[in-house]
């Protein structure tokens, strides 16, 4: 068995390595390497560069058929830490501002764990996913051919949340993170001098309109028992202080949890930005990308985790059916089609502030990475009960 004060030694050795030397997405290289090192030392079969920089390990016990899959996301973000830590990034820009090195420490614990026990019986897949961030890197694993070289029969996944208490886990059935679609604007008007706005057509005061009017797809156009967000986040200009610009651009994004309404948002919205730019006599250009897919958690799989949670921390401080957030996951990419289920890890300590995600002083909770590397393994347990 395994020294519970080593193993927890090892937890912050990994986690504070990780931490130091972050990587953004697809750059992973480095840490792609070091984990391998890692999960090879434990004995496990491993297989690297999937979607450029993903890992995926395995372990096998007995001769169960099962196959359950395990996955972290690697990545950084481009944000410079200020935090004076002894583990302080060394990469100037970059740092661990969403957790990705506890989420990675975790999966670490859970197979040394399970390496060491052996307490089931089938197959583990260690999934390290590259470029979570950008929502770019599952479909690179599965373009790569994950589940076609890797098949899995479900999948897990887990993320970290400052605002939750440190040591709870959340978990519901159906959706838990939503969809992002982003959406970019571009007016195309009229310049003139700022004194003369008659002799132009003032792409400004357009954008103010459709700005305005965009608000309008989820109030009315929306059935009130659906949820949906519309946020336009930036904007911009050709013009300067005494001109009025020719063009504007417009740019945001959309958080929904069905097709249905992301279809309905892109519909309603491109309708609405071409007949007011059209009333306006200018010119419109639509742009609406899907970039991240809604995370809908399978209900057997949310049975799993929630077994799981209880025999981990208990069930006080399990919470089966959380309230969803509008904040979206990569992870909702393998879950489409494969039934799997993601949770929300708290880490929030009492009586301290609570630094957010993506903030420049965040650092992960270590007291909370064993917890989570021992729901991990008892998912296994669970899922591949011996005989």
């Not at 297989?47 to 058929?65: C, F, Q, R, S, W």
């Not at 070289?149 to 959340?170: K, S």
């Amino acid at each position: 068995m395994m020294n519970n004060t080593k193993f927890k030694q090892q937890l912050l050795e990994w986690r504070h390595y990780l931490h130091k030397y972050p990587e953004t997405a697809f750059e992973e290289s480095k840490t792609s390497a070091y984990i391998a090192q890692e999960l090879k030392k434990m004995g496990l079969e491993v297989h690297e560069n999937i979607g450029t920089t993903g890992i995926v390990a395995n372990l096998t016990v007995g001769d169960g058929k099962g196959i359950i899959g395990l996955r972290a996301d690697m990545d950084a973000l481009n944000l410079q830490e200020i935090k004076d830590l002894p583990y302080r990034s060394e990469h100037q820009g970059k740092m661990h501002a969403c957790g990705h090195d506890g989420h990675m420490t975790t999966l670490l614990g859970a197979a040394q764990l399970l390496a060491t026990r052996k307490n089931f019986n089938g197959t583990v897949r260690f999934i390290f996913q590259p470029a979570e961030e950008i929502g770019k890197g599952a479909q690179a694993m599965m373009d790569d051919q994950l589940f076609e070289r890797f098949p899995v029969d479900e999948i897990y996944g887990l993320h970290n949340m400052p605002g939750l208490p440190a040591g709870t886990i959340h978990t519901k059935p159906g959706p838990i993170m939503a969809s992002e679609d982003n959406f970019i604007i571009r007016i195309k008007g009229k310049g003139a001098h700022s004194s003369s706005p008659h002799m132009g057509t003032d792409p400004l005061v357009i954008a103010a309109e459709i700005i305005l009017a965009l608000q309008t797809v989820v109030a009315r156009n929306l059935d009130p028992l659906q949820t949906a967000v519309v946020s336009c986040t930036e904007i911009h200009s050709d013009g300067i202080r005494n001109a009025i610009p020719s063009n504007v651009e417009i740019k945001g994004d959309t958080r929904s949890f069905t097709p249905e309404v992301q279809k309905l948002l892109e519909e309603r919205m491109r309708s609405l930005c071409e007949g007011i730019c059209a009333m306006h006599g200018a010119e419109c250009e639509f742009d609406y990308t899907h970039e991240f897919s809604p995370t809908i958690n399978w209900d057997k799989c949310n049975e799993v985790t929630t077994l799981a949670a209880k025999n981990i921390v208990g069930e006080e401080k399990t919470n089966s059916d959380c309230t969803p957030i509008m904040a979206s996951e990569d992870f909702g990419k393998f879950i489409e089609k494969i039934p799997g289920c993601f949770v929300f890890l708290g880490s929030k300590v009492e009586g301290e502030d609570v630094i957010p995600l993506h903030n420049s002083l965040y650092d992960y909770n270590d007291e909370i990475i064993e917890t989570g590397a021992e729901f991990f393994a008892e998912i296994i347990k669970l899922s591949l009960a011996k005989e």
